[in-house]
């Protein structure tokens, strides 16, 4: 059987949790909305530009440190939150953070995750975020953040892009719906995949483990879903945004933005940093991917704010490449979780591991040695 070693690249991650994982829950990881016409252009963005080396420049130490919102770093690359990531593999968020600790970077853990905002902080002493949505509860939102600074996590990131659930048509096929569907395939599916099956069904039920209180820890899943579903509040505006700002009081990043116009906005509430985002092809299929955008909103607010993206980050180079174009460091989702999917913890080691590997060789080969070396002119647009 394969393993994680086998893996040497972010994509052969991918192909172990494609065998490990029954298919609904692969495909629940790694589509996207609609015709996943944005979760591929987050891909291909980065094929739009050539790297340009500089050689014959000292190049005997190479330096991925930076600093992001305040904190120091030992790699440009942080860990975008996602919901849920029990469901890969038992060891969840606790595996992730641990791992994100030990790659010497930021864990922004999701509101819906199936771990605790105090778990998490119990698991690892390593720099993290809470990610929140806009809840139609205020006092939730005050709880959480009492909770996040009770446990010390350094940043509040809003995520706006969610006023409703994308169209995810792979769930839709598969029966991974509230309440689910499961049918004779996806059943068959499941049951060839005995050590997942297996993991899953001997660990403690898997639950939003943020609104446990709220819920009492009566109801089951699904109706917990709805519940949160409930809780998301579609008529949010900016003046939301600001009143979290307000509350918080730290570094606040605003996870979710696709234009210009609401950068600009972004920085006049407060946000001490966006997040240049598509959820990752989640949501609005045809929103533009997030490197495609970035010149623009670097040229409008860089230097007010401080820029992260996200979205189809799987390379050193693509790394690389958003940085020179501005970028204060690049986050990602999925790679992570394939590579939790594929091995645990030691998995996600070992993908910090591989992408540490080919930034510091691709740096070298640029003949940059540190990340403010970095510029647009490292990088040639193709037409
Ligand atoms: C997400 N994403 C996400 N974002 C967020 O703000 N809160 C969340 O709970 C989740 N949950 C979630 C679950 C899964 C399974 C995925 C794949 C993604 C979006 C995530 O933070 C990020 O924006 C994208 O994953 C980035 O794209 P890549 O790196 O996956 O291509």
């Known amino acids: 059987m394969s393993s994680i070693e086998s893996c040497y690249n972010l994509m052969d991650f991918r192909a172990l949790a494609r065998r490990r994982l029954p298919r609904m829950i692969f495909d629940y990881l790694d589509g996207g909305a609609d ?27 190479i330096d991925l440190s930076t600093t992001v919102q ?61 990610q929140i949505y806009v809840w139609r509860d205020r006092e939730v939102i005050k709880e959480f953040i009492a909770r996040s600074r009770q446990s010390h996590y350094q940043a509040l990131c809003l995520t ?11 769930d839709l096929r598969n029966g991974l719906t509230f309440p689910t569907a499961l049918n004779a395939r996806t059943l068959l599916d499941i049951l060839c995949h005995p050590r997942w099956l297996m993991r899953y069904l001997t660990t403690p039920k898997v639950e ?14 699904d109706s917990l879903l709805a519940y949160i579903s409930a809780q998301f509040d579609p008529t949010v505006t900016w ?23 609401d950068a600009v906005r972004a920085v006049e509430i407060g946000a001490s940093g966006i997040i240049l985002s598509n959820h990752g092809g989640r949501q609005l299929d045809y929103a533009p991917a997030a490197l495609d955008i970035l010149p623009e909103v670097v040229a409008a607010v ?11 980050v799987r390379r050193g180079t ?5 940085l020179a174009l501005g970028a204060t460091a690049v986050m990602m989702g999925r790679p992570y979780l394939y590579a939790l999917a594929a091995g645990g913890e030691a998995g ?10 080919e930034m510091r060789r691709d740096m070298a080969l640029l003949g940059c040695r540190k990340i403010s070396d970095l510029s647009p002119d490292m990088l040639r647009h193709l037409e």
């Open 70 to 130: 305040g904190q120091a770093v030992d790699l440009p690359v942080l860990l975008s939150p996602t919901g849920q990531t029990r469901m890969f593999h038992p060891d969840g968020e606790r595996a992730v953070a641990r791992a994100a600790a030990q790659a010497g970077t930021i864990y922004a853990l999701s509101s819906v995750s199936s771990t605790s905002i105090e778990e998490t902080a119990q698991a690892s002493d390593g720099p993290k975020w809470f």
């Open 302 to 312: 860089g230097g007010r704010t401080e820029i992260l993206i996200d979205g189809g």
């Open 160 to 170: 706006v892009d969610l006023a409703v659930t994308g169209n995810r048509e792979r």
């Open 208 to 221: 939003i483990a943020n609104v446990g209180a709220a819920n009492d820890g009566q109801a089951n899943r």
């Open 35 to 61: 015709d996943e016409v944005t979760l591929q252009r987050n891909l291909d963005s980065f094929g739009g530009y050539q790297l340009l080396p500089r050689v014959l420049r000292d190049v005997g130490e």
């Open 348 to 357: 996600v080691r070992r993908m910090f591991d591989l992408l540490q590997a």
């Open 318 to 322: 693509d790394v690389i490449k958003a």
């Open 239 to 261: 003046a939301d945004g600001a009143w979290m700002v307000d509350q918080w009081r730290g570094p606040f990043l605003i996870k979710g933005i696709a234009t210009v116009e």
